[in-house]
């Protein structure tokens, strides 16, 4: 980069990581967490939003900066930590960056600093998270999950062209589009991408004001906007990421679910299955608790916009496909449920019908003596 040169692109990369720890958390408020205050997140109204604007507000941590030797020199690194009902921890670190070229940006996908790299900070700062929440986790996790993990690359606007003057947002990005597609597939070789996958991996994308764009892609998305209205639609894709790690968690207990009762049924004798339907009810007042709270997380309203920049990421992350399939599960679950409930709906009434036929025969019996 040419010293006094102009910097055509400055902004950071914000990297969102979701972790399920927990089967549920403890209502109790936290008041402290890894020797800092805990806080209510609260997303600032922007020139857009009306002042009924309503988003779920989860406990936050904002934990001192961190100075990192990043890909292009020294960085501050900013952490921030949520924490919500539904068992998890959402991470996000925020790395600034200053590029005269799109392309330089790749190099900050799986970030590495200089002593290591952000991944393995983040994972052990949620180890460090979870270990102090101990107390507050119902049915904590064996051991740290696999996180679901986001990057957003947020551009400060006005974008400016080749001759650094202000550009239209989404005539950059037309103009830019190979490169914003090699940016979120995390391609180095540009002049190998076909058309057909940059057109792809660009293709959901909105604008609101002619300075501003957010483009979303499976692992990735990009940003141009003012850096005071970055953290809205940030919140936004956050929750998004939350709502997938916690999807598939939901995913996976319902499996073990499934596979437990239908060992069950095969393998126990007829007197247990009655600990088997117990578990089975538990289990649906459970899921139906958790998929409200869930639900609730991502509920917000005032913004039209913001609905739509959701919209464009649940079809990503295909949020409304794993739905059905938990959906699915349900239902099975619950014919499980019924046919168990059944099942011993009829035992019960064949041993009350034994009964009333060892009652009638004591009673000829007890008549026939009486009769001698």
């Known amino acids: 980069m040419e010293t006094g040169a102009t910097i055509r692109y400055r902004g950071e990369v914000v990297y969102i990581y979701a972790f399920d720890v927990a089967y549920d958390t403890a209502r109790q408020p936290i ?3 890894l020797g800092q205050p805990v806080a209510q997140f609260v997303v600032d109204a922007s020139k857009r939003n009306p002042r009924q604007l309503f ?4 406990q ?21 930590i949520k924490l919500l009902p539904v068992g998890a921890i959402s991470i996000s670190v925020r790395v600034p960056f200053a590029v005269n070229h799109v392309e330089e940006l790749v190099a900050f996908h799986d970030l590495q600093f200089k002593n290591g790299s952000l991944h393995d900070e983040v994972r052990r700062l949620a180890q460090d998270v979870v270990g102090e929440l101990r107390g507050h986790l119902i049915r904590p996790a064996p051991q740290l999950p696999e996180e679901e993990a986001y990057s957003v690359f947020c551009i400060a606007s ?3 062209d080749a001759g650094n003057a202000p550009m239209n947002a989404e005539q950059w990005f037309h103009a830019h589009r190979r490169q914003v597609a090699a940016l979120l597939t995390q391609e180095e070789e540009i002049e190998r991408l076909s058309k057909q996958e940059a057109e792809e991996s660009t293709a ?9 764009l957010v483009v979303v892609d499976w692992d990735a998305a990009l940003l141009v906007d003012a850096p005071p209205d970055f953290d809205e639609t940030l919140y936004i894709l956050e929750l998004a990421n939350l ?29 247990s299955r009655g600990d088997t339907l117990r578990e089975l009810r538990e289990i649906r007042i459970d899921m139906a608790r958790f998929n409200d709270e869930l639900s609730n997380t991502t509920k917000f309203f005032g913004d039209w916009h913001l609905a739509r920049i959701y919209d464009k990421i649940s079809t990503r992350f295909h949020l409304a496909e794993w739905h059905r399939t938990i959906e699915g599960k349900l239902k099975t679950l619950d014919d499980l449920y019924q046919i168990l409930k059944h099942d011993q709906n009829n035992r019960v009434m064949v041993w009350l019908e034994i009964a009333i036929v060892v009652l009638f025969v004591i009673d000829l019996v007890v008549l026939a003596m009486g009769l001698k």
């Open 158 to 160: 006005p974008v400016l």
């Open 60 to 80: 936050m941590v904002r934990l001192p900066p961190m100075e990192r030797i990043g890909p292009l020199g020294p960085v501050r690194v900013e952490r921030i």
């Open 55 to 58: 988003f779920y507000k989860p």
């Open 31 to 33: 008041r402290e967490l």
């Open 243 to 271: 709502q997938l790690a916690e999807l598939e968690a939901y995913d996976r207990l319902l499996d073990d679910a499934l596979e437990r009762s239908y060992r069950d049924l095969g393998e126990r004798p007829l007197r």
């Open 204 to 212: 959901r994308y909105l604008s609101y004001y002619e300075d501003d």
